[in-house]
Nanobody, 116 residues
Framework: QVQLVESGGGLVQAGGSLRLSCAAS????????MGWYRQAPGKQRELVTT??????TRYADSGNRFTISRDNAKNTVYLQMNSLKPEDTAVYYC???????????WGQGTQVTVSS
């Protein structure tokens, strides 16, 4: 059973930075893609960014403030978030997909709160 464990969330002032981590129970090379999503109160979960097995990345509109990266040796994907804004406040979820078997895995989420 695949497990994804997020960490690194917390309370930060506007303009600050946080780095989220998503540790997988197995090799992240087994996933076609991994990504970060977020869900703010009363809103739908939305995609923040994706990193593919070949390290190609895709971003939703974060104004170049967020950077996703991966460390295959540690089976971990990171989300570096800079210049945080109150509207970035949300629960951030890690996701991993395996296209061949149609599987999508989720972590439990980590809360990010940005104060103004």
């Amino acid at each position: 059973q695949v497990q994804l464990v997020e960490s690194g969330g917390g309370l930060v002032q506007a303009g600050g930075s946080l780095r989220l981590s998503c540790a997988a129970s197995g090799s992240i090379d087994s996933f076609n893609a991994m990504g970060w999503y977020r869900q703010a109160p009363g809103k739908q979960r939305e995609l923040v960014t994706t990193i593919f097995r070949d390290s190609t990345t895709r971003y939703a509109d974060s104004g170049n403030r967020f950077t996703i990266s991966r460390d295959n040796a540690k089976n971990t994907v990171y989300l570096q978030m800079n210049s945080l804004k109150p509207e970035d406040t949300a629960v951030y979820y890690c996701n991993a997909v395996v296209y061949s078997i149609g599987k999508s895995y989720w972590g439990q989420g980590t809360q990010v709160t940005v104060s103004s």
